[in-house]
């Protein structure tokens, strides 16, 4: 019972230093196995391995839906009108959109408080394009 218990332990701490939904599952097979340490370590084994892949189908579904509702917000930021703020010293730039600052690149020269559409979001940066102007 023990060891099950410190194996749950050390994937939740996974999970808790992660922050990815990569290790809950394991934690939670780990736990559920605790109740079966009256059986041989290979049943044990195979409840723990089933426990987990349980557990990931339900939480894996259960995120997607969560997720999903959550990415409409950043899609909303795709495609939206936004000003640069600063221009930092590595040629990234900042901009203010849907209440937060954002980190951005661009293959174009960009200057404060120029007007520039958001093409797309790469990892955790926007990427900009400037507006053309209509002639």
Known sequence: MFI???IGLIFL?????SFGLISIWFS???FVTMLFTDLSIYNQFYIFT???????LLVRKIAVRYLKGK???VNRIKKAEVEIKEIK?????TVYSEGKYWDCIS????????KVNVEKIEGNKLVLKKIKSKK
């Open 13 to 17: 701490g996974i999970e808790l230093a």
């Open 28 to 30: 939670i097979g780990a």
């Open 4 to 6: 099950w218990f410190v």
């Open 50 to 56: 089933g426990i987990s892949l349980i557990s990931l």
């Open 107 to 114: 293959d174009e020269k960009l200057e404060i408080g120029e």
């Open 71 to 73: 990415s409409k917000e």
């Open 89 to 93: 010293e590595n040629g990234n730039y």
